[in-house]
């Protein structure tokens, strides 16, 4: 049975894997870069997640008493509204927005409210113009008439719609933004950790001896320790 002795070191190393000094220099390279890009994602991530902060915190946004599950599915009932329209889960009732999951729940309170004041219909379902009865409609004849320009008036309900868009849609993309600079601070974690790993296995010499791993392959190939220049020949048996 053959045995071996470790990789040889010093000079004849070097000689024998001259390309060793470039795979740590590269690796060193690899790990500073990783470690910087994390650490730009980690601060530009907290960042975002400040900004998103601030920016709601100017709105000075509070809950409604109605915005908990229990209060808004008794409001839906009594407006009539269907059973699968989507009722909200969470509850902001008198806690003020000042994140992004605070936003997105506000959002979805918002959007009952404006479905209660036009009676179930979103923006697409409503009728164009306002007449008299109240529940408006598309035939210019019916319409109400402006006073002054004798044209069709819009239809009131379709502007609360509008607004409440336009404001549920700025609340979402803080919840968007949010949610976006904290995968970034995650990614930036995971850069980081993998820029350490990568200088750790440099600076401790994972490369420094590459024959060890090679003569172990060779083991599993019978004839193969010679061409290895690791083996030792056996012993002739005693006489």
């Known amino acids: 049975m053959s045995t071996y002795t470790d990789a040889p070191t010093g000079p004849e190393t070097s000689e024998r894997h001259p390309g060793r000094k470039i795979f740590e220099v590269g690796g060193l390279v690899a790990a500073v870069v990783l470690?910087?890009?994390?650490?730009?994602?980690?601060?530009?991530?907290?960042?975002?997640?400040?900004?998103?902060h601030t920016s709601l915190v100017q709105?000075?946004?509070?809950?409604?008493?109605?915005?908990?599950?229990?209060?808004?599915?008794?409001?839906?009932?009594?407006?009539?509204?269907?059973?699968?329209?989507?009722?909200?889960?969470?509850?902001?009732?008198?806690k003020e927005v000042t994140e992004g999951s605070r936003a997105r729940c506000f959002a979805t309170y918002m959007r009952?409210?404006?479905?209660?004041?036009?009676?179930?219909?979103?923006?697409?379902?409503?009728?164009?113009?306002?007449?008299a009865n109240g529940n408006g409609t598309n035939n210019e004849k019916e319409a109400l008439l402006d006073p002054k320009s004798k044209k069709p008036l819009e239809n009131p309900a379709r502007n609360v719609w509008i607004e409440e868009t336009a404001l549920s849609t700025a609340l979402n993309t803080s919840y968007m933004a949010s949610q976006t600079a904290t995968f970034g601070i995650v990614v930036g974690v995971a850069l980081l950790l993998t820029g350490v790993g990568f200088a750790i296995l440099t600076i401790g010499g994972a490369l420094h001896s590459p024959d060890r791993a090679l003569r172990l392959l060779a083991r599993r190939r019978p004839g193969a320790a010679g061409a290895a220049g690791g083996g030792v020949a056996p012993s002739a048996p005693p006489s």
Request: hydrophobic share 45%.
């Open 35 to 52: 470690v910087a890009f994390g650490i730009a994602a980690i601060a530009l991530g907290s960042s975002g997640i400040n900004t998103v």
């Open 112 to 131: 009952i409210h404006a479905l209660e004041a036009t009676g179930g219909m979103t923006y697409s379902q409503m009728p164009h113009y306002a007449s």
């Open 59 to 94: 709105q000075k946004i509070t809950g409604t008493p109605d915005m908990t599950p229990a209060a808004i599915a008794g409001e839906a009932k009594k407006a009539g509204l269907p059973a699968n329209i989507g009722l909200p889960t969470c509850s902001v009732a008198g």
